[in-house]
């Protein structure tokens, strides 16, 4: 292989990579405050891309994304006090279920509404056709886009759950939500603003993917499965870890491609999956103490 | 006492009300159980959608019209949600349960043949929508099947590859029955028509990025790609080839005939060339044509109905339901076996995949004839000219 070929292959791996990891990162923060899976999160993916390629008939593309982001969050946060907050002696377990019936329930909604047919929301720069070419390799300028709202994204976030009071709570609740309403921290409502913050951020990665991935109804699962094996592996949580944890992932898949079979890049990225929660838990990022504080 | 005498009424005017509409239904010759499995949801639900809208639409105006024999249809749709594993149960549901005379559909080549021998074994009609040849090859008496062949698609793609001067392909195909038919057929007729298939490689069916695989393909140094799909990744091959440079003629297949797939595809699928039916192109077809008057019927009809563009796969349905109303019509019977007879002896049936003449040895019916080259231009379809 030439070398315009081996940086061709690493912008394979870099462009699937950006798209798990822009997924994964929705997975943590609701991890992050209330210590479950959101199973949904695939879905505020799609009703963000949907939302947005619908405005976008009426307003310009930037205008539609917000809207889209607006709309999703208060979405993100009805369906907290409908269904999550309803639920009395929530055991982890018991929310992950609720939230598969949510992922389903969404899925079917948007079906009736949007109908089966794919679309998705023009390029952000140039067209389907346009690329950056980098060491002779080419890139679509769409990929760029990923990666740089998912930098914005994490740089966002990373400071928000680390320094901010609001942000310190969040986590507070989900390291032991009794003592942190003891110290006076309105623990329902931040799990609400959880779910609210990560579909405002599920619904802006879907319309930065929806160009690359396009959009059906029924993507969501697909993209959540990828999303969460990228948030495992860097250690769930920690929304910096999910990127670099993702670009990996294409990257080895991107890889395993050029080997082999394209079939096996599935798997691999399985058997990859399976070590992890055998061998690191706390993911490659995670540190070990934290993940056996938690178990306990 | 007046409320007794009300009571009385009451019962009076309900028994009545029975009685007339027994009487009524008597009236009527019992319908025609005719079930459906399209796959409305899930990944091959482009192709789904437009089916059952049109087999709706189709016996809705068969039973203003009188119905078949004097007998109206009933259809029973199911929702395979493209899965072969529901295909099956609701094969048999349609069959034991709801004793058809006959399914149409399903929608794609993996569903039908998960129930090809199910169909075949409770002697029930299967009138299948998908293209796989597989399908009516070897052939199953009870089973039939609308789309062209798969082999003669791959047949028309290496003519105009010959004519171009094109002697090394890359192939890449979706992990999904039709795309696993359609590599068969390629790599079969391949050496026949003097190509040489340089790289084979499927994709998973809900893939959401092909540059990598498109990578592998470019490494090849190929003069086309060949793509096999009716997933929407379809519309990303041509957008990543040219994401990547690969700037060579992107060949599809017939589960290519959407225009949505050509409005996803945007700028980059313009020349793109593939094989299909002559639906899609019905307003600049000569007038001679023969199945002109019928296409524009048809969309005309989809189009003031549903408010989308008619598309290939809804025709399907339309064909499959049309052959099946002749076959009666001949048979002049709801008796399975005499209507699968008189399926086999129809002769010059105007379809709009083509014109169907069938045997007991060609459950499809269609020539080479019945597709057309077609390629993309300023986002329309329009016929290929070498």
């Known amino acids: 292989m030439n070398l315009p070929q081996v940086v061709q292959y690493c912008f394979a791996g870099v462009t699937v990579g950006s798209i798990y990891a822009i997924v994964a990162i929705g997975f943590n923060i609701i991890y992050n405050t209330t210590g479950i899976i959101n199973f949904a999160q695939g879905e505020f993916l799609i009703v963000g891309a949907m939302l947005a390629i619908s405005f976008n008939h009426f307003v310009p593309l930037p205008v539609a994304i917000f809207l889209a982001v607006v709309v999703t969050t208060i979405i993100g946060g009805l369906v907290e006090i409908v269904f999550i907050r309803q639920v009395r002696n929530a055991s982890v377990l018991r929310l992950i279920v609720i939230t598969i019936g949510i992922s389903i329930l969404m899925r079917e909604a948007m079906l009736h509404i949007w109908d089966e047919k794919v679309r998705s929301l023009p390029y952000f720069t140039g067209t389907g056709v346009s690329t950056v070419t980098i060491l002779g390799a080419h890139i679509s300028p769409q990929v760029l886009w990923v990666l740089g709202v998912s930098t914005i994204i994490v740089m966002g976030l990373t400071p928000f759950f680390r320094f901010t009071l609001t942000g310190r709570a969040m986590r507070a609740c989900a390291d032991d939500r009794m003592a942190a309403r003891l110290c006076g921290i309105n623990d329902r409502w931040m799990v609400t603003l959880s779910f609210m913050l990560s579909a405002g951020i599920g619904a802006l990665a879907g319309c930065v993917i929806s160009p690359v991935t396009q959009t059906q109804y029924d993507m969501g699962a697909s993209l959540a499965i990828k999303g969460f094996t990228v948030a495992i592996l860097g250690g769930l949580g920690n929304s910096m870890a999910a990127v670099a944890a993702g670009l990996m992932l294409g990257l080895i898949e991107a890889l395993v491609m050029s080997q082999f079979d394209v079939a096996y890049k599935e798997a691999v990225s399985i058997v990859i999956l399976l070590l992890i929660l055998v061998f690191r838990p706390s993911g490659l990022f995670g540190k070990r103490e934290i993940a056996a504080m938690r178990a306990l | ?386």
């Open chain 2, 1 to 386: 006492m007046g409320k007794q005498l009300a009571k009385v009424v009451g019962i009076l005017i309900v028994a009545l009300a029975l009685c007339v509409s027994v009487v009524a239904k008597a009236a009527d010759a019992p319908a025609i159980k005719v079930g459906a499995i399209f796959a409305v949801t899930g990944g091959a639900a482009n192709l789904g959608g437009p089916e059952k809208k049109t087999a709706e639409m189709l016996v809705e105006k068969i039973n203003k019209e009188g119905g078949v024999n004097g007998q109206k249809i009933e259809l029973i749709v199911k929702d395979s949600g493209t899965k072969p594993e529901n295909a099956i149960s609701m094969a048999k549901q349609l069959i034991e349960e709801d004793k058809v005379l006959a399914i149409i559909g399903p929608s794609t080549s993996g569903e039908t043949m998960a129930i090809k021998n199910i169909c075949q074994e409770s002697k029930t009609i299967l009138i299948s929508c998908a293209a796989a040849e597989d399908i009516v090859n070897p052939v199953a008496s009870y089973v039939f099947k609308t789309p062209q062949k798969d082999s003669d698609a791959v047949r028309r793609i290496f003519q105009v590859m010959k004519a171009k001067g094109i002697t090394k392909i890359g192939v890449i195909t979706s992990n999904d029955g039709f795309g696993m038919a359609g590599g068969k057929q390629l790599a079969n007729l391949a050496n026949l028509a003097g190509i040489t298939i340089a790289i084979s490689e499927a994709y998973d069916k809900q893939e959401t990025d092909l540059t990598g695989v498109l990578t592998k393909v470019k490494g090849q140094d190929v003069n086309a790609v060949v793509n096999w799909s009716i997933v929407p990744a379809q519309s990303l091959v041509a957008k990543n080839m040219k994401q990547i440079g690969l700037n060579v003629p992107l060949f599809q297949s017939h589960g290519f005939g959407n225009i949505k797939y050509v409005q996803e595809g945007g700028e980059a699928a313009n020349g793109t060339i593939f094989p299909c039916g002559r639906l899609l192109i019905a307003e600049i077809l000569p007038d001679n044509n023969p199945q002109k008057k019928l296409l524009l019927g048809y969309k005309k009809d989809y189009e003031s109905q549903y408010k989308e563009d008619a598309s290939t796969f809804g025709g399907h349905a339309y064909d499959a339901l049309l052959i099946l109303v002749e076959g009666i019509k001949k048979a002049k019977s709801t008796d399975k076996e005499k209507v699968r007879e008189a399926i086999e002896n129809i002769k010059g049936l105007v379809g709009t995949a083509g014109i169907f003449n069938f045997s007991s040895q060609d459950h499809n019916g269609l020539g080479m004839d019945a597709f057309e080259m077609l390629t993309v231009k300023d986002g329309k379809f329009v016929i290929y000219k070498n």
